[in-house]
T-cell receptor
């Protein structure tokens, strides 16, 4: 699979603040997906991106497909406690492919700051 | 509409024992996948299937076997469990793309099976 590097590995959020995370790949992708996993559950798809430069929102979440096609960004605005979880980026298993297999990043763990 | 379901939710095995994990989906998806999740390593693909009766190896297939006798079910087998197979296992499914649609990248996941091998 492709090497996907997510940053940061973990973060603490304070209710109301905006947070960002990103994902970079070793190859050019034609698809970027962002998933969220809550404790004890399977990942759930948040946003799918299919075009370089594309900016897509899902409620308070906004994701962008980087123009280099090797990166993607996810922003959470006005954080709330239920935003905690692990956020994964994912892309096609093979570069420049519409292949049906995905590679996943290691995830960004979001925790609420006490 | 239950989506993707997995049984069992938890299991403890001794080294050398065998077991089968069952995945079922009611969305009529063509593609199905088995992943394992380990701390700090994200999700790694074990095996996948593009249709009934077909299976293929993923990124980490060693020590696992799979079968897809029915379109809605995908079984993951461990013939001789090892402590290195202690993990959380997720099943997922997705549509086959038709007419340029890209929904086959959008995989739907089950709730997971937590397996411990002693």
């Amino acid at each position: 699979g492709q090497q996907l590097n997510q940053s940061p590995q973990s973060m603490f959020i304070q209710e109301g603040e905006d947070v960002s995370m990103n994902c970079t790949s070793s190859s050019i992708f034609n698809t970027w997906l962002w998933y969220k996993q809550e404790p004890g559950e399977g990942p759930v798809l948040l946003i799918a991106l299919y075009k370089a430069g594309e900016l897509t929102s899902n409620g308070r979440l906004t994701a962008q497909f980087g123009i280099t096609r090797k990166d993607s960004f996810l922003n959470i605005s006005a954080s709330i406690p239920s935003d905690v979880g692990i956020y994964f980026c994912a892309g096609p298993f093979l570069p420049r492919s519409n292949d049906y297999k995905l590679s996943f990043g290691a995830g960004t763990t979001v925790t609420v700051r006490a | 509409n239950a989506g993707v379901t997995q049984t069992p939710k938890f299991r403890v095995l001794k080294t050398g024992q065998s077991m089968t994990l069952l995945c079922a989906q009611d969305m009529n998806h063509e593609y199905m996948y088995w992943y394992r999740q380990d701390p700090g390593m994200g999700l790694r693909l074990i095996h996948y299937s593009v249709g009934e009766g077909t299976t293929a190896k993923g990124e980490v297939p060693d020590g696992y076997n799979v079968s897809r006798l029915k379109k809605q079910n995908f079984l993951l087998g461990l013939e001789s469990a090892a402590p290195s197979q202690t993990s959380v296992y997720f099943c997922a499914s997705s549509y086959r793309a038709r007419g340029g649609l890209k929904s086959y990248n959008e995989q739907f996941f089950g709730p997971g099976t937590r397996l411990t091998v002693l």
